[in-house]
């Protein structure tokens, strides 16, 4: 089963694109609430380079790592990548209002669809906000 998640960031392509990209940035919005953070990320942006971000419960009780590797990469237009078994897609659609950024990834079996779905419509919209207010 596949889950989507979207948003409208108000900011123009090169900008959503690298925030989305540069580790620097990642380790900003990378989070589905405030009490987790992004302490590091790493990105190699090309076919067959990997990425990381180290996800920690801001508590210290819990943390984990989110790695892959990109399958496709499409400067300002997508992104494909693998992630252990599974795989997703990021694509950066150009509008007369912004960039609509749609996140479409394999749902995993340990957790229920709508918590994930939540959890990584929450990342996303802390991107669209770290985007629109680091400009």
């Given at each position: 089963m596949q889950i989507t998640v979207e948003t409208l960031i108000h900011a123009p392509v090169a900008r959503v694109?690298?925030?989305y990209t540069t580790p620097a940035d990642i380790v900003q919005w990378n989070a589905a609430s405030d009490d987790w953070h992004t302490t590091k990320a790493t990105v190699d942006l090309r076919e067959g380079g990997a990425f990381s971000s180290r996800m920690e419960a801001?508590?210290?009780?819990?943390g984990f790592d989110f790695a892959g590797t990109y399958t496709k990469v499409v400067p300002h237009q997508r992104i494909e990548y693998?992630?252990?078994d599974r795989s997703g897609t990021?694509?950066?659609?150009e509008g007369s209002d912004g960039v609509t950024?749609?996140?479409t990834f394999d749902a995993e079996s340990e957790h229920?669809?709508?918590q994930q779905r939540f959890g990584w419509q929450s990342i996303l919209n802390k991107f669209a906000q770290h985007v629109e207010t680091s400009k």
């Open positions: 694109w690298s925030a801001k508590d210290g009780s819990f693998t992630f252990g990021v694509e950066f659609i950024v749609r996140s229920p669809v709508e």
